[in-house]
């Protein structure tokens, strides 16, 4: 039950505590501390000097009433009223706390008193006291408020009572005093705990704010923020923690980027490799296989011109038929591997070349256009990429695209090349379509283009098309005139 | 925790409240609201007994309160007490009427008598004997052997018309061919004469003359004083302190407070009274009792008061 009375107030404490900042909370608390402690201090002082000026008030009263009656007694007894009065007079003057002193004889009459002219009612009659008592203390409800009101037996009361008036006045002065310094004091402490939480908040939040920062910072990837360790408390423990989280993500990423760096080399020289073997493969091709297969056709058709006639002759040209169209095999099999010609002639010849390759085959007509490399040779890994990759593409298009036409555009830009590369074919849907899983071809060529840097950005819709965006960086020092 | 919270509140309610006791009590008393003091007017009219200051204020309402029972139960009214301070200030009153019966001084009754008329009603007896002495007394350390040896001390006076306390060591004074202006370095009025012996015995006087009435009275009553004073000089016998009537009073009134005075020693409430005053009963005196005391007022002169 108490759960139950209690949630709905922490909660609506929590509303509040939570939404506010540090430096709000701790100034909450050291000004709740300081207010708190305050009011406590003003209720016990208060409490306390009330009480101990309650029976000082009390003392002071009997004190002056036994004065009284004791240089009174004379005067009655001779019935000096004069002197009396005079001594009724000087009890009041020496005492600031004294309201009224007043002597009742022993009928209780008054004899003497200090209000001037006339008595208040039933003032006399308000506190009795016996011949033997010493004395008798009462608080008296009066319109000046309350008063301490002594009375004390003259001469064991046969020469009548002393009767003194204690105005608690004095008290409420001296509290209102009291309380004022307290309170100002409080005010004062008040205003050194906002100056020390301010110092303190800012202690406290200064490394944390650090802390935010650097975690923003790591977050965008910047590993080699740290931050400064304060002070030897537990935000500095935690920026510890923080610094040995960021040596360690830094140590995990050089980790990585090492494996990448290895990997890329590996797949580079694993493409190079490649090349280096297709461009072999194609060298024998050309220079040994269609050597001899040229060889052989030119043999069969001397063979035929001296041994022409029927069958023979039917059987020798199917030979040649065979070995001509092995010729164009082998010639287009060294061409695919490694058109010489991107060796000799460069890029823009090759891919002119790979263009009407790809009419002649696929029966697909390929736009080529080609800006900004007029008489320059990329380096070669660039050159080879960007041909696979076109290649790969139009390879792509050809297969799959079902298109009737397809553009190149390569642009040399200052410090990139662009090859951009549209078809009309039925597209796909590229955000559906994983690369890796099902265009192994894609996959390739955005490995080569990364391999050198760049990347890859493929737009596609069903029934629009394709276009493949591929941004290689190539700084102009590296460009080679020819 | 509800429970913390109550007593938290508890606490403070305490602790406010402990601030505010005692609370006062009763009706409320206007102290603003002044009005005339009502005078109760009695219908007895009491009888009014003046003591002179022989001794001191207090001590005198003691000693007489036994007297005052036993002539209001035989006069069958209220007596009422009335000191003053000096004997003067008690002739005025007889002379005036404001009291009826009085014990004055034997200096002050033949002043009176002389004066107004004042007239004796009855004597004390002490000792089967109407006289009273003047005690030169001094504190029992000093080597004073007479009023010679105190010449330029200090001395206390009772009354200014005490005739053991203020005449008759003038007289002494005088006889030495000064006077007390010129004789003593300083003088001061006690205006009783046991106030006198605790002067001298306290070292605040250097001498002084009593009552020996008084005297014995007050030694007898405080062995320790008589222990620091010593008596060194007494005076020829004077008429005791009569108890005296003004000229207005009715003689019948006089009669009956003379009878109830002379009655006392054959009634036990009056024998306790003689006994508290410390004399055997009250006897008739006549004027020539005073004669010795005329004669050294006379000798005295008038003195300044």
Same mark, same amino acid.
């Given at each position: 039950?108490?759960?139950?009375?209690?949630?709905?107030?922490?909660?609506?404490?929590?509303?509040?505590?939570?939404?506010?900042?540090?430096?709000?909370?701790?100034?909450?608390?050291?000004?709740?501390?300081?207010?708190?402690?305050?009011?406590?201090?003003?209720?016990?002082?208060?409490?306390?000097?009330?009480?101990?000026?309650?029976?000082?008030?009390?003392?002071?009263?009997?004190?002056?009433?036994?004065?009284?009656?004791?240089?009174?007694?004379?005067?009655?007894?001779?019935?000096?009223?004069?002197?009396?009065?005079?001594?009724?007079?000087?009890?009041?003057?020496?005492?600031?706390?004294?309201?009224?002193?007043?002597?009742?004889?022993?009928?209780?009459?008054?004899?003497? $008193?200090?209000?001037?002219?006339?008595?208040?009612?039933?003032?006399?009659?308000?506190?009795?006291?016996?011949?033997?008592?010493?004395? $008798?203390?009462?608080?008296?409800?009066?319109?000046?408020?309350?008063?301490?009101?002594?009375?004390?037996?003259?001469?064991?009361?046969?020469?009548?009572?002393?009767?003194?008036?204690?105005?608690?006045?004095?008290?409420?002065?001296?509290?209102?005093?009291?309380?004022?310094?307290?309170?100002?004091?409080?005010?004062?402490?008040?205003?050194?705990?906002?100056?020390?939480?301010?110092?303190?908040?800012?202690?406290?939040?200064?490394?944390?704010?650090?802390?935010?920062?650097?975690?923003?910072?790591?977050?965008?990837?910047?590993?080699?923020?740290?931050?400064?360790?304060?002070?030897?408390?537990?935000?500095?423990?935690?920026?510890?923690?923080?610094?040995?989280?960021?040596?360690?993500?830094?140590?995990?990423?050089?980790?990585?980027?090492?494996?990448?760096?290895?990997?890329?080399?590996?797949?580079?020289?694993?493409?190079?490799?490649?090349?280096?073997?297709?461009?072999?493969?194609?060298?024998?091709?050309?220079?040994?296989?269609?050597?001899?297969?040229?060889?052989?056709?030119?043999?069969?058709?001397?063979?035929?011109?001296?041994?022409?006639?029927?069958?023979?002759?039917? $059987?020798?040209?199917?030979?040649?038929?065979?070995?001509?169209?092995?010729?164009?095999?082998?010639?287009?099999?060294?061409?695919?591997?490694?058109?010489?010609?991107?060796?000799?002639?460069?890029?823009?010849?090759?891919?002119?070349?790979?263009?009407?390759?790809?009419?002649?085959?696929?029966?697909?007509?390929?736009?080529?256009?080609?800006?900004?490399?007029?008489?320059?040779?990329?380096?070669?890994?660039?050159?080879?990429?960007?041909?696979?990759?076109?290649?790969?593409?139009?390879?792509?298009?050809?297969?799959?695209?079902?298109?009737?036409?397809?553009?190149?555009?390569?642009?040399? $830009?200052?410090?990139?090349?662009?090859?951009?590369?549209?078809?009309?074919?039925?597209?796909?849907?590229?955000?559906?379509?994983?690369?890796?899983?099902?265009?192994?071809?894609?996959?390739?060529?955005?490995?080569?283009?990364?391999?050198?840097?760049?990347?890859?950005?493929?737009?596609?819709?069903?029934?629009?098309?394709?276009?493949?965006?591929?941004?290689?960086?190539?700084?102009?020092?590296?460009?080679?005139?020819? | 925790?509800?429970?913390?919270?109550?007593?938290?509140?508890?606490?403070?309610?305490?602790?406010?409240?402990?601030?505010?006791?005692?609370?006062?009590?009763?009706?409320?008393?206007?102290?603003? &609201?002044?009005?005339?003091?009502?005078?109760?007017?009695?219908?007895?009219?009491?009888?009014?007994?003046?003591?002179?200051?022989?001794?001191?204020?207090?001590?005198?309402?003691?000693?007489?309160?036994?007297?005052?029972?036993?002539?209001?139960?035989?006069?069958?009214?209220?007596?009422?007490?009335?000191?003053?301070?000096?004997?003067?200030?008690?002739?005025?009153?007889?002379?005036?009427?404001?009291?009826?019966?009085?014990?004055?001084?034997?200096?002050?009754?033949?002043?009176?008598?002389?004066?107004?008329?004042?007239?004796?009603?009855?004597?004390?007896?002490?000792?089967?004997?109407?006289?009273?002495?003047?005690?030169?007394?001094?504190?029992?350390?000093?080597?004073?052997?007479?009023?010679? &040896?105190?010449?330029?001390?200090?001395?206390?006076?009772?009354?200014?018309?005490?005739?053991?306390?203020?005449?008759?060591?003038?007289?002494?004074?005088?006889?030495?061919?000064?006077?007390?202006?010129?004789?003593?370095?300083?003088?001061?009025?006690?205006?009783?004469?046991?106030?006198?012996?605790?002067?001298?015995?306290?070292?605040?006087?250097?001498?002084?003359?009593?009552?020996?009435?008084?005297? &014995?009275?007050?030694?007898?009553?405080?062995?320790?004083?008589?222990?620091?004073?010593?008596?060194?000089?007494?005076?020829?016998?004077?008429?005791?302190?009569?108890?005296?009537?003004?000229?207005?009073?009715?003689?019948?009134?006089?009669?009956?407070?003379?009878?109830?005075?002379?009655?006392?020693?054959?009634?036990?409430?009056?024998?306790?009274?003689?006994?508290?005053?410390?004399?055997?009963?009250?006897?008739?005196?006549?004027?020539?009792?005073? &004669?010795?005391?005329?004669?050294?007022?006379?000798?005295?002169?008038?003195?300044?008061?």
């Amino acid at each position: 039950m108490i759960v139950r009375r209690v949630n709905p107030w922490f909660e609506r404490f929590w509303a509040v505590a939570g939404a506010v900042s540090i430096r709000t909370k701790i100034l909450g608390i050291v000004l709740g501390l300081v207010l708190l402690l305050g009011l406590g201090v003003v209720i016990q002082v208060r409490a306390a000097l009330t009480r101990a000026m309650e029976v000082q008030l009390e003392e002071q009263s009997v004190s002056a009433a036994s004065d009284l009656a004791a240089r009174s007694t004379d005067l009655i007894l001779v019935n000096d009223a004069y002197r009396l009065y005079q001594l009724l007079l000087e009890t009041k003057a020496n005492n600031a706390n004294v309201r009224y002193v007043f002597i009742l004889d022993s009928e209780a009459r008054v004899l003497g $008193h200090t209000f001037g002219e006339g008595f208040p009612i039933g003032l006399a009659e308000a506190n009795q006291v016996g011949p033997n008592e010493h004395h $008798h203390t009462l608080v008296l409800n009066t319109d000046e408020g309350p008063i301490w009101d002594t009375a004390i037996p003259i001469f064991g009361g046969r020469a009548g009572t002393a009767r003194v008036g204690m105005t608690e006045a004095v008290v409420e002065l001296a509290l209102a005093a009291v309380t004022g310094q307290l309170l100002l004091t409080t005010a004062l402490v008040s205003a050194v705990g906002i100056g020390a939480a301010v110092l303190l908040t800012w202690i406290l939040t200064r490394p944390i704010l650090n802390l935010a920062r650097a975690a923003h910072a790591v977050g965008r990837g910047d590993l080699s923020h740290r931050v400064r360790r304060w002070a030897d408390d537990e935000i500095g423990t935690l920026a510890e923690a923080f610094n040995a989280m960021t040596d360690a993500l830094a140590r995990a990423a050089e980790v990585q980027r090492e494996r990448e760096a290895l990997r890329a080399r590996f797949v580079s020289s694993v493409i190079t490799a490649q090349e280096e073997e297709r461009k072999r493969v194609a060298r024998e091709l050309h220079d040994s296989t269609s050597q001899s297969l040229t060889t052989l056709l030119v043999g069969l058709r001397a063979l035929g011109d001296s041994w022409g006639s029927g069958d023979g002759q039917r $059987h020798l040209d199917e030979l040649r038929s065979v070995v001509g169209n092995t010729l164009d095999e082998v010639h287009n099999l060294a061409l695919n591997l490694r058109p010489s010609v991107l060796d000799d002639l460069g890029l823009p010849a090759a891919l002119e070349r790979y263009a009407a390759e790809c009419l002649k085959r696929y029966g697909l007509r390929v736009d080529l256009a080609i800006h900004g490399l007029d008489g320059q040779r990329l380096p070669a890994p660039v050159e080879t990429a960007l041909y696979r990759m076109v290649q790969e593409a139009l390879t792509n298009v050809a297969r799959h695209a079902q298109a009737r036409v397809a553009s190149v555009l390569l642009e040399r $830009h200052s410090e990139s090349l662009r090859a951009i590369v549209e078809d009309d074919g039925h597209g796909f849907d590229a955000t559906a379509v994983g690369l890796r899983d099902h265009r192994l071809g894609l996959y390739g060529i955005r490995e080569r283009a990364e391999l050198l840097g760049g990347k890859l950005t493929i737009e596609s819709e069903r029934g629009r098309g394709t276009t493949l965006f591929v941004e290689i960086p190539i700084p102009r020092s590296e460009t080679q005139d020819e | 925790m509800r429970n913390q919270i109550f007593i938290l509140r508890f606490s403070i309610l305490l602790a406010l409240l402990s601030a505010c006791a005692p609370s006062s009590a009763g009706p409320l008393i206007r102290l603003s &609201d002044l009005q005339p003091i009502e005078v109760p007017t009695s219908e007895v009219a009491p009888l009014r007994l003046a003591v002179a200051a022989v001794i001191s204020a207090q001590g005198t309402a003691e000693t007489y309160q036994p007297l005052l029972d036993y002539l209001s139960a035989k006069l069958g009214r209220p007596v009422e007490l009335v000191q003053r301070r000096t004997y003067a200030e008690i002739n005025q009153l007889i002379e005036d009427g404001e009291v009826d019966v009085a014990f004055v001084c034997t200096s002050a009754y033949v002043a009176g008598n002389d004066e107004f008329g004042m007239r004796l009603l009855a004597a004390p007896q002490v000792k089967g004997a109407t006289v009273y002495y003047s005690y030169l007394i001094v504190p029992s350390g000093s080597p004073a052997q007479g009023m010679a &040896d105190l010449r330029g001390g200090v001395f206390a006076f009772t009354d200014p018309m005490s005739t053991t306390g203020r005449m008759y060591p003038t007289y002494l004074v005088q006889q030495l061919g000064s006077s007390p202006e010129r004789f003593f370095a300083r003088t001061f009025f006690t205006y009783s004469h046991d106030e006198a012996i605790r002067a001298v015995a306290s070292g605040l006087a250097d001498g002084a003359a009593v009552d020996s009435l008084v005297y &014995d009275s007050v030694v007898s009553r405080d062995p320790a004083l008589g222990q620091k004073l010593r008596v060194i000089h007494q005076s020829p016998p004077f008429g005791i302190p009569p108890v005296v009537v003004g000229p207005e009073v009715r003689p019948q009134l006089a009669a009956q407070v003379a009878e109830a005075l002379m009655g006392m020693s054959e009634d036990p409430q009056g024998r306790a009274a003689l006994e508290a005053m410390q004399i055997e009963a009250f006897v008739p005196i006549a004027d020539s009792a005073y &004669d010795s005391v005329r004669a050294l007022l006379t000798e005295v002169g008038d003195l300044q008061p």
